[in-house]
């Protein structure tokens, strides 16, 4: 079984709508990230959290430590959020683990 | 502020020759390193990292190698590339494990 599980794997959605990205994991954990990468390859770390709740403009991560579970939200989706998300975490050896990645496509 | 480069941005490499990437950070003092490599099709995978000058940690077993001559530098190299080293690599510092800030990345390809 993965440490880290990320759904959907790929989503598609129309501008404005709301979107979900969830990421459950199994080992306990300090903090978790939440990466960004466009189709250009770079990679841009979003939120690195630890309990409760942050908001970024119309990002917003939340995570349950209890549950191990986290979401990214988008709100007012536009295309240009349209990029590979990912979910990553350190491990009990402290490396970090990334999920598989949700792809998100937001359509004009 | 702190930036960090990657060079080069893209590479064609016939299989069997040499390799070296490099990476370096500014504005920032004995960082953690890392070198990730995404393979096609798969997820990132951490390859090296380093908690400081001469003290490399790899992760999974193969042909390639890293150092870090440099509090800042940080340099990954193969003596002889495989078809399956082709990927986007990525090179990412953090200051302890805190957020991880990652490079322009390198893609290479060995024909």
């Known amino acids: 079984k993965n440490e880290v599980e990320q759904s959907p794997q790929n989503l598609t959605a129309q501008e404005g709508e709301f979107i979900t990205i969830n990421c459950s994991y199994s080992?306990?954990?300090?903090?978790l990230h939440w990466l960004q990468q466009h189709p250009g390859g770079g990679i841009v770390s979003l939120f690195m959290l630890s309990s409760g709740k942050k908001k970024h403009g119309r990002l917003i991560a939340t995570i349950n430590i209890q549950e191990k579970h986290s979401s990214l939200h988008i709100t007012a989706s536009h295309p240009r959020d349209s990029a590979v998300y990912i979910c990553?975490?350190?491990?009990?050896?402290?490396?970090?683990?990334f999920g598989k990645g949700t792809r998100l496509h937001i359509l004009p | 502020s702190q930036t960090i480069h990657q060079w080069p941005a893209t590479l064609v490499q016939p299989v069997g020759s040499p390799l070296s990437l490099e990476c370096t950070v500014e504005?920032?003092?004995?960082?953690?390193l890392y070198w990730y490599r995404q393979a096609a099709g798969r997820g990132l995978q951490l390859l090296f990292y380093s908690v400081g000058i001469g003290q490399i940690s790899s992760e999974v077993p193969q042909n390639l190698s890293a150092s870090r001559p440099q509090d800042r530098q940080f340099i990954l190299s193969s003596k002889k590339l495989l078809l399956s080293d082709s990927g986007f690599y990525l090179c990412a510092w953090s200051i302890l494990t805190d957020t991880q800030y990652f490079g322009p990345g390198t893609r290479l390809t060995v024909l």
């Open positions: 080992v306990g954990i300090s903090a």
């Open positions: 990553a975490l350190p491990n009990r050896d402290d490396k970090i683990i």
């Open positions: 504005g920032t003092s004995n960082p953690n």
